[in-house]
């Protein structure tokens, strides 16, 4: 026994050294452009500073899936629908691919990646039909078909209207495939009208989405989804670059950690994290300075 042990050391030592460079992306939410420095952001793991952390350009092409859950809302919207996403894609940069995911009695692709705007509209229209909606099935599919994009910036962007009861995949299950790839979900919940009660699926979606380093939002109606959408931005801005040290100070802390240094003052600027670390060190969570 005692023989093995060097050999699981440097096993040990292998695997964390091929996670040296991890990169977290970072988002910047603002109404003006920010040139953020390393200086103005604090990385500890803990109580202790992380030393040699190193905060880059982001940006670059992204590849996206849109999911809608196919529901009798969404087919009785259909054009609130169409255009809140029409407008969504008005935001692509070259080089970004979108596909689209139909959730109904089993997931259907809408259209694979593309970046023609018309094609991707027209690819949420459904047959009138009265269905199950299996939301998360149809999350857990696009999160497979995503994994053929040609750009490591990914994210999926998830429109429902109703709760869950059907989908196969359970909740954490998602949730443990969603962290391993690295992916941020992007969830809008149309809620419910006045009097009904509220989705009992959408504070696991809500959590899912913030933990994975994506946001959620509740609109009151498929005519304010537009002014939603334009709040989505699924395109980091920035990266950080962690030390290999980090790994071992950030595996006994158990904890990560970024936020506005003392004095700097950025007005009102949301600072976003991906959770990225292996084996849930508890990544995830908003900063903000205003």
């Known amino acids: 026994m005692t023989s093995r042990r060097p050999l699981l050391w440097l096993m040990a030592q292998l695997i964390l050294q091929g996670q040296d460079g991890r990169w977290l992306p970072l988002t910047v939410y603002s109404d003006r452009p920010v040139a953020l420095q390393r200086a103005d952001i604090r990385v500890r793991c803990g109580d202790a500073d992380v030393p040699g952390a190193r905060l880059k350009p982001g940006g670059g092409a992204v590849s996206v899936g849109i999911v809608f859950q196919g529901s009798k809302a969404l087919l009785d919207n259909t054009g609130d629908a169409q255009a809140a996403l029409r407008q969504f894609l008005h935001s692509a940069q070259r080089g970004d691919e979108f596909f689209t995911v139909n959730s109904v009695d089993a997931p259907v692709l809408g259209v694979g990646f593309t970046a023609e705007v ?173």
């Open 118 to 290: 018309n094609t991707l509209v027209s690819s949420i229209s459904l047959p009138p039909g009265k269905r199950q909606a299996h939301l998360l099935d149809g999350m857990a599919f696009a999160l497979q078909y995503l994994g053929h994009a040609r750009n490591t910036n990914r994210a999926l962007l998830v429109i429902y209207a109703n709760d869950d009861a059907a989908s196969a995949i359970k909740p954490g299950e998602l949730a443990a495939r969603l962290f391993s790839a690295r992916v941020p979900v992007y969830v809008v919940s149309l809620c419910p009208r006045p009097g009904e009660a509220r989705q009992a699926l959408f504070p696991d979606l809500q959590k899912l989405a913030k933990d994975s380093g994506g946001d959620a939002w509740g609109v009151s109606s498929f005519a304010k989804l537009s002014d939603t959408l334009a709040r989505v931005d699924v395109r980091p801005q920035y990266r950080l670059e962690l030390p290999f040290t980090a790994h071992a100070a950030c595996a006994e802390a158990k904890r990560l950690s970024i936020d506005w240094v003392s004095g700097a003052d950025h007005g009102g600027i949301n600072l976003r994290y991906q959770r990225q670390w292996p084996n849930g060190f508890g990544l995830g969570g908003w900063q903000s300075r205003r």
